[in-house]
């Protein structure tokens, strides 16, 4: 009961996330945005990190092992910031359903660092899978384009943040599943939030924080609190008790929350092309969870 409790509190952090990306779109720049968030979520992890780290097995060192995992991790949320803004212009609803094909290239990257994994090829629903990921894809970036709910760019750049999503996924589960769900994302949190200090304070403009008003500051805490710190450590904790596939097919719940949430406060719409693209890159995920959960 724990862990599924966990996974729908993961699930609704989740989807508020491009919501409060796409919200202070208009406030603050993306690097400041980024870097501020993750250091919120750097700063409570840190006393678990300091005691945690003192129970690692002499010759294991969760530093060094965090770095590939930590490195990809930087890019994509780099690139996940930028997606509300321009160039790239995406609204909340069309970013939060195509992102959610990091799950297909979370198996195209196992493929290529575990042969296990290479079995899913021989099955026909993982093809089935495959090819519901690309028209959904293609069903959402041509209707957002139309709509002006994205741009050309735009819509490029939410694939190439999904693949490094996907990798990100990969390079836990292979460096970082010795170690503690708390340790391994406290740890990989310090080197992204220090890489996204720097770039906040070369690109961004930290002070304009100062110019924040009580509300947008308490929300923008809350994203990173709720967005980044509680949002890992409780998909983790569903990962351990409920394993990867039904976790993963969990959390294709929360391009819903986003689309909700969005008309709520955004008033963002989506066309019924957009919802039939979105809904096929859903179906796409769920269909993958199954060939991995047939294997």
């Given at each position: 009961?724990m ?5 729908a509190?993961a699930?609704?952090?989740?989807g508020s ?9 208009t406030k ?6 980024n870097?501020f ?12 990190v300091?005691?945690?780290s ?10 060094r ?5 930590a ?6 949320q ?6 509300p ?11 939060g359903?195509a992102v959610?094909?990091?799950f ?5 990257f196992?493929?290529c660092?575990s042969r ?5 090829a ?7 899978g495959v090819?519901a ?12 384009l139309?709509g002006?709910n994205?741009t ?8 190439v ?9 990969v ?8 170690y503690?769900?708390?340790?391994s994302f406290g740890?990989?949190?310090m080197y992204?939030?220090?890489?996204l200090?720097?770039?906040?304070l ?7 924080l100062?110019g924040?008003?009580?509300?947008n500051?308490?929300?923008l ?21 409920l394993?990867?596939?039904v ?6 719940v929360?391009?819903?929350v986003?689309v ?6 955004l008033n963002e ?15 796409s995920g769920?269909?993958l ?5 047939k294997?």
């Open positions: 009961m862990a599924v409790l966990c996974l509190v699930v609704f952090c989740y996330v491009p919501l409060f990306l796409r919200y202070f779109s603050l720049d993306p690097w400041t945005v870097g968030r993750y250091s919120i979520a750097a700063i409570i992890w840190l006393p678990a300091i005691f945690l003192k129970k690692v097995p002499c010759g294991r060192s969760v530093w092992d965090a770095l590939v995992p490195a990809i991790n930087i890019g994509g780099t690139l996940w910031a930028l997606l803004y321009k160039p790239f212009d995406n609204d909340a609803s069309v970013t359903f959610r094909s990091s297909l290239f979370t198996i195209l196992g493929f660092i296990s994994e290479r079995s899913l021989g099955k026909k629903i993982f093809w089935i090819a990921s690309v028209v959904g894809l293609v069903l959402l970036s041509v209707a957002s139309k002006r994205s050309p760019l735009g819509m490029f750049m939410i694939i943040t999904a693949i490094f999503w996907g990798a990100y996924g390079a836990v589960h292979s460096r970082m599943k010795s503690s769900p708390v340790l740890v990989i949190s992204t939030a220090g890489s200090i720097v770039c906040m070369i690109r961004g403009s930290p002070g304009e100062a924040l008003d009580g509300r500051l308490l929300l805490v809350l994203s990173a609190v709720f967005g980044i710190a509680i949002s890992h450590v409780l998909l983790y904790r569903a990962i351990k008790d394993g990867p596939v976790t993963s097919g969990g959390t294709m929360a391009p819903f986003t909700i949430g969005a008309m709520l406060f719409t989506m066309t019924a092309v957009q919802w039939a693209g979105g809904l096929l890159v859903v179906i769920i269909l969870v199954m060939a991995k959960r294997e």
